[in-house]
């Protein structure tokens, strides 16, 4: 196969998979790796963000704005780091969207889980354990069990 047909064929890969959801460059990358050098992905992907049809910014966006209501922060930051968000663009995605007050997201979460506060240290802990599984600081779990409770 051609250079020239091997980098279409992985533009219309990139671009049937921006398709379908919006993806990192490294996500691409991964993606197409077995179908390319790591040169003409490279040329590939450059091509498409110049274009705009690729945007680590747009994806950290959407990615915040669809997650938000469900995740603390650090989950939000470590989903974003894994899929190849630069730290300064993931930070600054979390600061400019406009989110609730992290203790009204971890109420929310909480609410939506479980229907009754802790009734012993064995409840509260597991309560506890799954906030922090979604990345609200225990800080603000341990606020919000102490509220609750009493």
Same mark, same amino acid.
């Given at each position: 196969?051609?250079?020239?047909?091997?980098?279409?064929?992985?533009?219309?890969?990139?671009?049937?998979?921006?398709?379908?959801?919006?993806?990192? +460059?490294?996500?691409? %990358? $991964?993606?197409?790796? /077995?179908?390319? =050098?790591?040169?003409?992905?490279?040329?590939? *992907?450059?091509?498409?963000?110049?274009?705009?049809?690729?945007?680590?910014?747009?994806?950290?966006?959407?990615?915040?704005?669809?997650?938000?209501? +469900?995740?603390?922060? %650090? $989950?939000?930051?470590? /989903?974003?780091? =894994?899929?190849?968000?630069?730290?300064?663009? *993931?930070?600054?995605?979390?600061?400019?969207?406009?989110?609730?007050?992290?203790?009204?997201?971890?109420?929310?979460?909480?609410?939506?889980?479980?229907?009754?506060?802790? %009734?012993?240290?064995?409840?509260?802990?597991?309560?506890?354990?799954?906030?922090?599984?979604?990345?609200?600081?225990?800080?603000?779990?341990?606020?919000?069990?102490?509220?609750?409770?009493?």
């Amino acid at each position: 196969m051609q250079k020239q047909d091997l980098c279409q064929s992985l533009r219309q890969r990139a671009i049937r998979l921006l398709a379908r959801r919006e993806h990192t +460059r490294v996500e691409l %990358a $991964r993606k197409l790796a /077995a179908h390319g =050098t790591t040169e003409e992905i490279d040329s590939v *992907l450059t091509e498409l963000a110049r274009a705009g049809l690729q945007s680590d910014a747009r994806f950290a966006e959407g990615y915040v704005k669809s997650q938000a209501s +469900r995740l603390g922060m %650090a $989950r939000l930051r470590h /989903a974003l780091r =894994t899929r190849g968000v630069a730290e300064t663009l *993931l930070e600054s995605q979390l600061a400019s969207a406009e989110l609730p007050d992290e203790m009204e997201r971890t109420r929310a979460v909480w609410t939506k889980k479980f229907a009754l506060p802790p %009734a012993d240290a064995h409840e509260w802990a597991r309560q506890a354990r799954f906030l922090q599984g979604r990345g609200f600081a225990a800080e603000t779990i341990r606020k919000l069990l102490k509220e609750i409770k009493a």
